[in-house]
């Protein structure tokens, strides 16, 4: 097996958190958002919802990130078409973000109420 196959993709999460602080912000939320979830005990099923609203917005990130360098690498001054690329990359991580909100509000709020 070829290690570069672990090795390039972990340079590239390093690279994340390295630079792209919204990756740690979103980070810290899941992990806020995991420790209320363990708290009220949440169920099997709804933590397979969470997880997966959790690494949508993480993937979403990354893909948005790794779009901006690209964007950047390609385009030194301001272009029309380098802002839509960028905003609509980031419009997928707002998308991403809203969908974990609605899930966590849906499957947490039951529990406080
Ligand atoms: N080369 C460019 N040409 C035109 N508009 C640009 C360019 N670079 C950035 N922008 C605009 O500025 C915004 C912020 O771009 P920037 O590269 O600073 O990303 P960011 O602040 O890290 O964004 P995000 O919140 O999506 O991670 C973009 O969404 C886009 O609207």
Redesign the pocket.
Known sequence: MNPDRFKHPLQGLFQLFKKDR?FLLHLIFAAAAICICAAVNITAVEWLFIITAVFLVLITETI?SAI?YT??LV?G???IL??YA??I??AAVLLASVYAVIVGMVILIPYFY
């Open positions: 919204k948005n901006e964007v950047d385009t001054d301001y272009h380098a802002r960028k905003d990359a980031a």
